[in-house]
């Protein structure tokens, strides 16, 4: 199988042991990018997988491919001159209960702002068996979320999108207006359960929700995601559920990716929806064990996490 | 409203990640006095909040009042001559349980311990709706402690103690005998449960505690915080219980300096004891969260944490 | 005296020990403006100085606000809403000879770009002895361009200006074009000589461009420094000369800020342009010791230093 | 009472916060040997101690060392020449459930391999009380194995043997194959459950499997450790249990060799088994809340521990 | 053109700030090979380089590759099962002089040492238009250097071998006996001058041993790098030299395998050897500046202080 | 040959990188004591010395000793009880030229104060070849001062003192008054040139100075440091010089102790003053290439430097 992933993948600070900004002296840097944190799982694990992207050609965006390849992604960026758009920063704030979570988005002017179909090798598109994006990329722009459109458009085989909604990048109602443009070309749609329910306007029970989403946007299927309390994903009129490994968690960021870049790997190898889920729930676990949004995963692992559940339903 | 405190703060220095001294190679400094942490809290909530002192003029005193400042405190300090006292100092090892923390107190012959009425800028206790010191102040020496008393009887508005009891410097029978002379100047008591406990020579249940203290000793209200298990408070007759917000802590100190700093704030703003024992909750568990006893608070986020329980208990 | 000076200050991401953004995990966060050390040395230095601008009200703004409190600083401060304008940031490497130092400005629509005169506290620019900005605020729009001449005419001691000239910032063509609007409301003019030779588009000689500048722009002093050259500046048709301390340098960077602190708190308290220049390549000096660009100087050991020079120089 | 132990003591290497090897770029050194981490508990319980073994002469085997004697820990060892046989090395994962832990061991050609009862001390192993030594040491080589027997044949009192098995080292066939060759000379045999249940192919409950081992082997004591479970002992006809103290643990490495120790320590100053496996249980929780295999556990706190228990036990 | 280089690459471990293993508690981890930092500096200069290699597919040889690929080198690695050999690694302490630098080898077993022809991709060699190889590699074992040799004689264009020698490795007469059967397929030698005198048992001036070298030998090149001292060339009768550019230097290591890969990249794109040399030098200069063996170069950088040598030449 | 030192050894913070205490964080704790070093370098080149003490048993007492153990030193402690006496604490300031370092003493009423001759093992003293101690413990109280004069008075070998004299601990007349008592008692006499001119209150030349300290207080050896100038002796009529070794140091502290020791160690074998003197320089110079006052030198490498200097003398 082969999956091409584009959007925007930011550089993020975030400060170390429950810090604030506010006194913090020494931050870490990591790339934090919904669509490359997708293809690099699904590379891990065994996938033919490229992250497709426009980035500045400075320190900044030269940092976050570096980043990308010590994963082990392979990587077709289009490389902006400095002066035509900013790297995107977000700054990360990891809080313990009963204290939230900050996260502060500094995205606007960044070059994937303006990245326009005829910079991308589309090529790449046109032969992917999944082809993949974030919500996040209609946010930056016009252009953007024009770009996004042609893209899915263009692709032959599954089109996913994961909403990749944050409050601080728009409002609900405008992602709801621009990505419902983008709906008619998305064959399989992830989110998680919070950001469900803003964008789409919604309350109710998961298993109602994936229901009413795939029917209302003619999705063939919905997965939605709900931290601790696991998975619930529609396809042809059946519903599934998974439920999430117990972690002690080390670091939270990145499980939602990890899980759809697992879940688009085992589905693209063809398998069924439950053992998708059940591969993107191990990786999302084992994905909380280490820190930073992008992490050193095994596909071994991941293999035994989801037998020792099997082991154990039996 | 305005809060004058006044207190010791000594210089801490603790080694990271559960080492202990005895093998540890980098310690960590904060400033660690309940006077400074009373009024730093306040003043983040809202407040109008000084914190006055002596220290000695040298790189460490000048430290404690550079991280004071960096956290927004207003401060007015008396500078000693660097051969008149030295800096308070302690050791602190945090300890996972059932390893127990370890305090070790250095705190003779400092600076504060000569402190004198004459040496403190008597109108900002005049003008004070609100005075609070702790009692380790009465600790250091024979004229700190007067000094204490002089202070506590020129101020017009709510006198507040804190027992803030530590077996390093002191012996409870010592505590008791000192501070009882300052008692008659004292409307509010704070202590933990267990210092109150020692110091007193009490056993039984908290709501019982409260009440015998404050009939004991003519307190108008006496206010014991009891960690995990919450705070009780007795005032005006009647006993109001507080549970504690439930927290996956980071580092325990300075939670409670931060409950009597939003608990006094939120008195001196005329709130009714319920709603300041549930600013101070919820101060102290965010103050949990974050490292060091003294942290960056932010007042929205305290509200947002009392509203969140309102929610729940309806 | 009384200094008042205003300007943006950003918040400096750097990694440390010589690495490059491309490879580093983590960086050290720094505030970082020409306004904000020239105030804070001046304040260090026995002066009563003060630091007004316009920050976003987030974590980033607010994190700049603790590090120039931590320093003793006084901060006037007008509070942007966070949707208001950004934080400006700097991203620095700092490199040992003969790799060259890069610093690369992220500094669009920033929060201070939008600044008027009728947000600034304008008593304190009417009662100020001398009032000092930096060049680089003229470059963050016509708006921040036009505040800064608006208050540099409103103000009746000595206007002091730094060229504080950055090429990520804007052409040297610009700047000349815009700070020439300002330069009649200029008494002083601080300038690296890199700067001013780029700025003025001139070349030849220290000794003979201030007298030159002074003379075209009608400045009553021009103060050149030269680095490990020294210092040179022009008052009253006579040219001062000052050597530079050799130091064994820990950190370049707030080493020319730190200098026009020290001469303008000297020159305030009304000393010979000798004795200001000696205070300053000392107060540079000492700063080049020191990690960051803002560094916590003492007034005891430039006073040292400077007399060091006088015992040698005897 | 004194215990001499010998055996391997590796120079770890591990990498902080929940990283892997793959992506860290830091790591941490700790001595990291069963048979040096028994003697240091038990002497820093009030034992007299001493560790016996053989390094190369080099910054690793110098290294391994210093850390003992850092704790404390009566050393004395055969130094091998460099060319004579590398240092043991492990690079071990620690990894948050459900992510298992990982052990890569690198113990190949060690001079360790290469001792013979002749270049040993022999007289510290004939005046010993306990002699006590690692099943990992006769994986290292024949003639290690045989040196193994030879010293235990030579000891007059108590002769102990941890398993101490790794797969990484040997196979669990090859391990007991080797070590049923020096189970006649050993009347105390420690192991945790899972490595008994490896090493002799037994399944089935602890009660149980502690005595068909003390039957098939005619050894005098067995005593199982089974992590948060607690430990379970055979010793004339008996079976002792000890419930193990909860902990919120920092590091659980080095528990089960702190066990060891402090059993040790009592069994040789005569207490009675309950008596032991208490004081084992509460060493092994309190070294699992410090870093490190190797901790600075102190006598009094071991003591207050059991205490506390027996108290609650009331 | 296009690069080929193939070698070990060790794993290097090295404590900071001047620390020794003895001591030291925490190392850094970095990748450290001559064939692999002369790929990627000839990559990162424009050229189109690969490395090949063997490592054994654990966390080990996992995190050498990963560092390679953040510097983004192309790399083609036979993956030797765990047992098959392990992961060479070095030691290092940096030493301020007089203070000698000391590199400790463990590198015995390697997966690399069981590097066979067939087990290389043949056709990355028979395309290449230059070949590189390090004579460490030859030290490994006898079925290595073989493999060696076998590669050098199937490369169609120019083969350059750098001597790499280290006594932690083999003796200078086991490293000239065993090269010495490898030079006649070697156009181009590099070495230190150190390392020339060692294996080739010479004295005199470098001048004259680049001559004696090539005529003994029949090289069409020698290249000696003499750090601090410069670099000298021999090719087609003619001796070239060029200056070292002087440097305030962070860290030395990697120096010299950046010169290797600047002038192979130069000479294969056709530039004369003073061009070549003058790359070379340039390129080793910035990475001193740069800690680690393999650093962030920059094209532009390179470029530029070539130019800046010129500009002072005129 | 035996040596036995005996003093205080403080307990130093030391903020990293030139920062100060004012605005650090992090500071780094070391042992810090004149007699100990001393002790800890003759017995890491080969001597057989030990080191004299009391201590609080407290944490930090214990972290003291661990970390002259960790570098292999013997040591005969007496623990003082916690509320006996302090530890001796010290807050380092390493700065680069021209600004000054900082060393803040804070050991007042510390255990080593109340150290009287019956608490020592006498033994220890009487069978020692060298006794040896610092001045610095005169200055801790008239009961230490009495003490160290008795301990010297009973050594039946060659007695040495080292002025060890700080201004923060006491005045130069107070320590010449107090130290005049003990000189009969000295036969060879330590001091840094500073110190010397300073206690002694003369200047002149080093040669000089020597001669006629030696002459008024009839020492029979006197040797003066002199840091980068090198080191002057006086025995029997005769002024030997030694230059010292250029050094890229890291950290100049302990260097002036490790060439105390070092001297010791080579003229308690017998070896000639120059041969002593050489040496004590070379391991002074080892020393200043390593953090920290104590470090890990190695009897070869001070050897090997000790031969260099020969061999460019012939």
Chains 1, 2, 3, 4, 5, 6 share one sequence.
Not at 102 to 114: H, I, K
Not at 138 to 145: P, Y
Not at 214 to 235: C, N, P, W
């Amino acid at each position: 199988m082969s999956l091409v992933t584009f959007g925007e993948t930011a550089l993020r600070f975030a400060p170390p042991d429950g810090q604030r900004f506010e006194t913090a002296r020494e931050v870490r840097m990591r790339a934090d990018g919904t669509a490359s944190t997708v293809a690099a799982t699904a590379s891990r694990l065994g996938g033919d997988a490229v992250w497709l992207s426009k980035l500045p050609d400075t320190p900044l965006g030269r940092r976050v491919v570096a980043e990308l390849h010590e994963h082990g992604l392979e990587t077709d960026v289009v490389w902006a001159d400095a002066d035509d758009g900013r790297q995107g920063l977000t700054f990360y704030e990891d809080a313990a209960a009963p204290r939230a979570d900050r996260l502060l988005q500094d995205r606007g002017d960044t070059a994937m702002a303006t990245l326009t179909p005829g910079e991308i090798p589309m090529g790449r598109i046109q032969n992917a068996d999944v082809v993949f994006t974030a919500g996040s990329m209609a946010a930056l722009s016009a252009t953007a979320a024009e770009t996004a459109g042609a893209l899915l458009r263009a692709a032959p085989g599954m089109r996913a999108l994961d909403l990749d909604y944050h409050p601080g990048l728009w409002s609900a109602e405008a992602a709801h207006d621009t990505l419902s443009d983008l709906f008619d070309a998305v064959d399989l749609l992830f989110a998680s359960e919070d950001q469900a329910k803003a964008v789409f306007d919604k309350t109710g029970r998961p298993r109602e929700l994936v229901h009413t989403l795939a029917a209302e946007y003619d999705f063939s299927r919905v997965i939605l995601t709900r931290s601790e309390h696991g998975v619930v994903a529609y396809h042809d009129t059946v519903v599934h559920e998974q439920d999430a490994f117990e972690t002690a968690a080390v670091d939270s960021s990145g499980q939602h990716a990890a899980l759809v870049g697992a879940v688009l790997q085992r589905l693209a190898d063809g398998a069924p929806t439950d053992d998708a889920l059940a591969y993107g729930s191990a990786a999302a676990a084992l994905t909380r064990t280490m820190p930073g949004p992008l992490t050193p995963l095994e596909q071994a692992e991941v293999e035994r996490l989801v037998e020792s559940q099997s082991d154990r339903g039996r």
